[in-house]
């Protein structure tokens, strides 16, 4: 069964808690603390399976969850970090924030892609001794890992994509002209899931070629096949719009050509600026005045025509070398860059409870509301930080300090973050 979207929940591991210890050994007096580290948590990690041609696994299995870090030990002894856990998917697979909607990766080659990070692991006692608390009895908890659903649509890499009616002959022509073999009879909807084909070329080049299931006026809103294909057309460098030029089905030509360019229209305007060549196939089943009419109307469009018979390759060779020449003037398959997190408007912002727990002189802030902020937030970028800070003081957080007692310049610990308050 191919399924090209599916709907996942993923959570990266805890990291391991900080261990509280402290070194006991004969002959040696106040041996001190030495608490280990927690290990970090497992991250969830995509990576491209060029074996994999279909989301259908994620039908069968919704969540996807990373293992927490060990907990660490005495002896100073860190707790052993979690592995990452890999996710396959399709090459092609766009990978999007099911809330927002927000593209996070385009799995496209064999780099992983870390789609939640595990949590780091806390600190032991050992990081919190000072010439003047020389045995803290606390340690660090491990901070969580990202969880969030995302959203995965395969999206087909293919340089041609051939468009156009039913049974106007699209599989007959990868067929012929690449080592696919699509299922071809005399009927609607014979290819009802998208054939890739490679297309060889002279000195060991090629290109890859995609048979996309016939479209049908108002595809766009999901009629017939829909727009449950239509998005695999999004990444093609170029179209090759395919006609039966001899109506042999009751149609007018130029009313199927004017047709699927407006669907391709409706459903993204970038289409319809995409590179197109026509192919008018079942020649031999028109009459030649009919096939030159075709052609007039198509070439007055801009579109450059080629006349062929698909099943015997009469006139395909021409057809195949345009397709190449037109290749070498575009540029690469579409990639979809990663966008940032959108960062809640302060006016927008929930304010939730906020907890200060004094320990041993380190003010330890708990608000969980604030962890998702603080996922979106770049810290190494200037204005992400500025951001941050208007959000600690607009949801009350620098007030909740200023009542706990905290002073300028005493350690301020938020989920692992740590910083000097200033007044």
Not at 145 to 167: H, I, M, R, S, Y
Not at 388 to 398: D, E, K, M, N, T
Request: net charge negative.
């Amino acid at each position: 069964m191919f399924i090209d979207i599916a709907k996942i929940y993923v959570k990266a591991g805890d990291g391991g808690d900080g261990a509280v210890a402290f070194h006991r050994e004969k002959y040696v007096a106040a041996g001190g603390p030495d608490g280990g580290d927690g290990g970090r948590g497992g991250s969830v990690v995509f990576q491209a399976d060029s074996n994999l041609s279909t989301l259908a696994d994620f039908r069968y299995r919704r969540k996807y969850l990373a293992q927490k870090g060990e907990n660490g030990r005495g002896g100073r002894c860190s707790g052993k970090s979690a592995p990452d856990l890999v996710v396959r998917v399709p090459r092609g697979t766009l990978v999007k924030d099911a809330e927002t909607g927000r593209v996070i990766a385009d799995i496209w080659d064999d780099e992983p892609q870390v789609i939640a990070k595990g949590g780091k692991g806390g600190w032991g006692n050992t990081h919190f001794a000072t010439p003047t608390r020389q045995a803290p009895r606390f340690a660090k908890p491990g901070l969580p890992g990202q969880e969030l659903t995302v959203q995965l649509e395969l999206k087909l890499l293919a340089d041609v994509g051939l468009v156009g009616f039913p049974n106007v002959g699209k599989s007959t022509l990868i067929s012929v002209v690449s080592e696919a073999k699509p299922n071809i009879a005399n009927y609607h909807f014979t290819t009802l899931t998208p054939v890739l084909g490679v297309v060889p070329l002279a000195e060991g080049r090629s290109f890859v070629m995609a048979d996309i299931p016939g479209l049908i006026e108002g595809a766009w809103e999901g009629k017939g096949l829909g727009h449950q294909f239509l998005r695999h057309v999004e990444r093609c460098r170029m179209l090759v719009h395919i006609v039966d030029v001899s109506g042999s089905e009751g149609r007018d030509p130029k009313e199927d050509f004017l047709v699927i360019n407006e669907e391709l229209k409706k459903f993204n305007p970038e289409l319809a600026q995409r590179p197109m060549l026509v192919a008018g196939n079942k020649c031999d089943l028109a009459e030649e005045e009919q096939v030159r009419a075709f052609q007039s109307f198509v070439e007055d469009q801009g579109y450059r025509f080629f006349p062929i018979i698909a099943p015997i390759n009469e006139q395909v060779p021409p057809l195949i070398d345009a397709i190449t020449a037109q290749l070498v003037k575009l540029p690469p398959i579409l990639r979809y860059e990663p966008e940032p997190p959108v960062l809640q408007p302060l006016e927008e912002l929930e304010k939730g409870k906020v907890q200060i727990n004094l320990q041993e002189g380190v003010y330890m802030v708990e608000a969980p509301w604030l962890e998702r902020i603080m996922s979106a937030v770049d810290f190494d970028d200037s204005e992400s930080l500025q951001y941050f800070q208007r959000v600690l003081i607009h949801a009350g957080v620098i007030d909740s300090l200023r009542e706990a007692g905290c002073q300028e310049g005493d350690t301020v610990d938020l989920y692992g973050l740590e910083f000097d308050f200033v007044e």
